[in-house]
Structure formats: C-alpha cells, structure tokens
C-alpha cells in the first residue's frame, strides 16, 4: 500500500512555456501533499506544502506565481511551473502524508519528474 | 526539527554489512529518527524509524544510543542495489498530535557505494 504516481516522469518543454506535473495517491488519502526540487549532486529542497482544499504555504525564496499547486482533492496535487525557463530545469517530486489516522511513517514520495528547459 | 550530521560518502563490500551513522546531539524528546534512501533519479523511500529503541525490519536495522544523539543505520547483508544517497531525518512523529503535518527536511545525506 501507500503507492504515490507522478506524471510525467520526464519533460523537456520551451522556454517560456508552462508545464504541469501530476501528483496522485493511489490507494489513500493524503491530507497533506509536499513538492521538492532537486538540482544535480545536491540534497532535495522543499519548495512548498499544501494542504487539500487550501492555499499552498510556500518555502522561502520560491516564487508562488511561478510554481502555481493545486490540491482539490484528497488524492491529487499538481505543480504548474509558468513561464519555464533554463534555470528552472530540475528533478520535481512530490511527497504525499496520509492523514492523521496513518502510520507513523507516512510520508511516500513519487518517483519524481525530470523537467528539461530548452 | 533537529539538525543531522552525516559523513559524504562511505564504501561497502558486497556481502557485508553496511553501517551507517547519523549524529543528532540536538534531538528533542518527542522526535523520532528516520531513514530515506534515494537512489539515483528515484524519489526517496522510507526505510526505518525509531523513537529510543533498537528497531529493525525487513530492509534493516536501526540502533540508537541511549542518550539519542547519535544513530546507525545497518545493511546486514548490503548488495549492488543498496547503492544510494541515506538520509538520516530527525522530526516529531509525522501523526503526532493529530493535526501535525509537518515537513521532512532533507541534509545531504551520506552517498552509500557497494562495490562486487
């Protein structure tokens, strides 16, 4: 149990181009959805948290306009990047926590999304 | 949450055991250690936790000192595929209270290479 799909697992978009990345807990409820990026060689950095049905609370230095989450539902969060450019070429993943009747442990991460900005 | 420390890199035979450490001299009383693993281009995977006592599953064991401030992570048995970044994560328990839903804030971890 406990399986979290991302979508797509890679991009390579235009630059100046949106894109929109998929986050769906399969088989449980996720009150609670994180995203991460990933640049080459260094550790996962968290970029925001969203909670379903409310606005995401973002991390410090991430732009909101640029990295837009949806929640609507218990079992979906996507993360739009807008206006992509170079820089924002990174590996995306996202994290999803069961609610507060889980196990201890429940935070399952999806496989994660290489976006490529050309 | 506490803050870890873990060596960069560290070599393994196959077949042997792997022993990670992970110091978190500044743990709180109600923060639980936990182990992610990454392997490369794959999103981290839970692999143990721990509040004071010894634990151990089917992928590992977990020993934590009893002063809690420090850890090891240990492979019994470590194989090619056990090639990957460990993170030793220290936070309140993820169901804790109910209504906490905090974030797993992820160091550099330590890049674990098994080698034939």
């Known amino acids: 149990g406990a399986v979290v799909s991302q979508h797509p697992s890679w991009v390579i978009c235009k630059s100046g181009t949106s894109v929109k990345i998929e986050c769906r807990s399969l088989d449980f409820q996720a009150t609670t959805m994180f995203w991460y990026r990933q640049f080459p060689k260094q550790s996962l950095m968290l970029m925001a948290t969203?909670?379903?049905?409310?606005?995401?609370?973002?991390e410090q230095g991430v732009e909101k306009d640029k990295f837009l989450i949806n929640h609507a539902s218990l079992t979906l969060s996507t993360l739009t990047v807008t206006s992509a450019h170079p820089e924002d070429s990174s590996f995306y993943i996202c994290?999803?926590?069961?609610?507060?009747?889980?196990?201890?442990?429940?935070?399952?991460f999806g496989s994660g999304t290489r976006l490529t900005v050309v | 949450d506490a803050k870890t420390t873990q060596p960069t890199s560290m070599d393994c035979a196959e077949g042997r055991a792997a022993n990670l450490p992970c110091n978190h001299s500044t743990i709180s009383g109600n923060e639980y250690v936990y182990w992610y693993r990454q392997i490369h281009s794959q999103g981290p995977q839970y692999i143990i936790h721990?509040?004071?006592n010894n634990e151990t599953n089917e992928m590992a064991s977990l020993i934590i000192t009893e002063d809690r401030k420090s850890s090891t992570l240990i492979l019994p048995h470590a194989t090619l595929r056990d090639t990957a970044v460990y993170y030793c994560?220290?936070?309140?328990?993820?169901?804790?209270?109910?209504?906490?839903?905090?974030?797993?804030?992820f160091g550099q971890g330590t890049i674990l290479t098994v080698h034939p």
């Open positions: 994290s999803a926590r069961r609610g507060k009747t889980g196990s201890v442990y429940g935070y399952t």
């Open positions: 994560i220290v936070r309140v328990a993820s169901n804790a209270g109910g209504t906490s839903y905090g974030k797993l804030t």
């Open positions: 969203s909670n379903e049905g409310s606005k995401a609370t973002y």
């Open positions: 721990g509040l004071k």
